[in-house]
């Protein structure tokens, strides 16, 4: 059973940063795209980052392009996403993505992020 185990939510101030993490288990991370989706509370989830197996690609969605970082160290079996420039439109529930070499997706628990002074 594939595992996604997140980290690093929380409430931070409009302007701050925070940095998500999450770790993977029992399957092949290395061979697996991870993404970051979030959905705002009456949202659709959308999709915030991408980055590939490799790490050698990333992709953001606008509103997040130019503060976000999609990171990964596959050593480690762990996505990151780094978000500074803190807005109180960032605010949702943040869920870590695995889509395996099988195109199956694997889901994170999620994690509530809060942007509020």
């Known amino acids: 059973q594939v595992q996604l185990v997140e980290s690093g939510g929380g409430l931070v101030q409009p302007g701050g940063s925070l940095r998500l993490s999450c770790a993977a288990s029992?399957?092949?991370?290395?061979?697996?795209?991870m993404r970051w989706y979030r959905q705002a509370p009456g949202k659709e989830r959308e999709l915030v980052a991408a980055?590939?197996?490799?790490?050698?690609?990333?992709n953001y969605a606008d509103s997040v392009k130019g503060r976000f970082t999609i990171s990964r160290d596959n050593a480690k079996n762990t996505v990151y996403l780094q978000m500074n420039s803190l807005k109180p439109e960032d605010t949702a529930v943040y869920y870590c993505?695995?889509?395996?070499?099988?195109?199956?997706?694997?889901w994170g628990q999620g994690t509530q992020v809060t942007v509020s002074s």
């Open positions: 029992r399957f092949t991370f290395s061979n697996s795209v």
């Open positions: 980055i590939s197996s490799l790490g050698g690609r990333t």
């Open positions: 993505n695995a889509l395996s070499e099988l195109g199956v997706n694997y």
